[in-house]
């Protein structure tokens, strides 16, 4: 079974500041998603990555996959009260494994 | 386009009782996941079915738990004599072809309360 690590577990930092997330694994992603979470609803699919190395921008929210395709950052720069919430990553092993793999997620708090 | 419809919401039920929870995917999808969230950990993969079938179901306990996803309505995830430990999130994704391929889309859940 494929692991997804997410660091850090929490963070709470004030607005207007820029901050990292981070998501790990020993292991290859066919595909890695990024979704943010907010308290009693579902995951909100954010982004996709496929390919080793992508960059991908969504306002403030840069994305990025590993060349190895194993690990991947999201960055948020100058942080809003409204980016507050729980932001999961999740991988698609590929080669016929269905359900997708999640890490515990990041609690980010931004302050006004 | 409506998205993910699960329901109930919130479901109550006393140890020994059944719970079924239901998932109307997106228009348009064939392929539905069950996946479960228990309080601080994160979502667990357990069941994958198309239309009719069961396609993966690794993840879902080999007792107690089913799921089917008929040609017409919605899919069930059925717990029978649910125990406290059931007590979760229980959240349903449908995608519209095979995983890889299409990203899979996410219901607002239902939070199971076993007394």
């Known amino acids: 079974t494929q692991l997804l690590e997410q660091s850090p577990q929490f963070l709470s930092i004030q607005e207007g500041e820029n901050l990292t997330v981070y998501c790990n694994s020993s292991s290859v992603f066919s595909s890695l998603q990024w979704y943010r979470q907010e308290p009693g609803e579902g995951p909100v699919l954010l982004v996709t990555?496929?390919?080793?190395?992508e960059v991908k921008k969504l306002k403030r929210l840069t994305f990025q996959f590993g060349d190895a395709r194993k690990d991947s950052s999201l960055h948020i720069t100058a942080a809003q009260p409204g980016d507050t919430g729980l932001y999961l990553c999740a991988g698609e092993e590929g080669g016929g494994a269905d359900g997708l793999t999640f890490g515990k997620g990041t609690h980010l708090i931004i302050q006004p | 386009n409506a998205g993910v419809m699960q329901n109930p919401r919130h479901l109550v039920r006393r140890r020994g009782q059944e719970a079924r929870l239901r998932c109307s995917p997106m228009?348009?999808?064939?392929?539905v996941y069950w996946y479960r969230q228990l309080p601080e950990e994160g979502l667990k993969f357990m069941v994958y079915?198309?239309?009719?079938?069961?396609?993966?179901e690794s993840g879902m306990p080999k007792e107690r738990f089913s799921a089917e996803f008929p040609k017409e309505g919605p899919s069930i995830l059925r717990i029978q004599q649910v125990v406290r430990g059931d007590s979760a999130a229980y959240f349903c994704?449908?995608?519209?072809?095979?995983?890889?391929?299409?990203?899979?889309?996410f219901g607002p859940g239902t939070r199971l309360t076993v007394l």
């Open positions: 990555v496929v390919t080793g190395g």
């Open positions: 079915l198309q239309k009719e079938n069961i396609i993966d």
């Open positions: 994704a449908s995608s519209p072809s095979l995983a890889g391929r299409d990203t899979q889309y």
């Open positions: 228009k348009g999808h064939s392929h």
